[in-house]
């Protein structure tokens, strides 16, 4: 398994920042796929997930109506929109499955700062 993130950067509050997430070595299209983050000092969390349908996204209440996800079940690739950028979503980025199963990529970092 595979899990290859990307997309983040330094963006100011306010700003908007598409990650993205190639995953191989499993079957994508089968999986409830997540985004995590983790801020220095904290941990992990639960971001959003997406069914493989589709259907039934969930997002943290800190993220809804912000933050967007989505997949590409041809591509494996799963996406996380994200807009109006606070501080408080500066970290480094990760995606798996909703049992954290996989083994962790090495993240993509966010920086919200002016």
């Known amino acids: 398994v595979l899990l290859v993130e990307s997309g983040g950067g330094l963006v100011q509050p306010g700003g908007s920042l598409r990650l993205s997430c190639a995953a191989s070595g499993f079957t994508f299209s089968s999986i409830v796929m997540s985004w995590y983050r983790q801020a220095p000092g904290k941990e992990r969390e639960l971001v959003s997930f997406?069914?493989?349908?589709?259907?039934?996204?969930y997002y943290i209440n800190s993220v809804k109506g912000r933050f967007t996800i989505s997949r590409d079940n041809v591509k494996n690739t799963v996406y996380l929109e994200m807009n109006s950028l606070k501080p408080e979503d500066t970290s480094v980025y990760y995606c798996?499955?909703?049992?954290?199963?996989?083994?962790w990529g090495q993240g993509t970092q966010v920086t919200v700062s002016s």
């Open positions: 997406i069914p493989p349908s589709g259907d039934g996204l």
């Open positions: 798996n499955d909703n049992n954290r199963r996989f083994n």
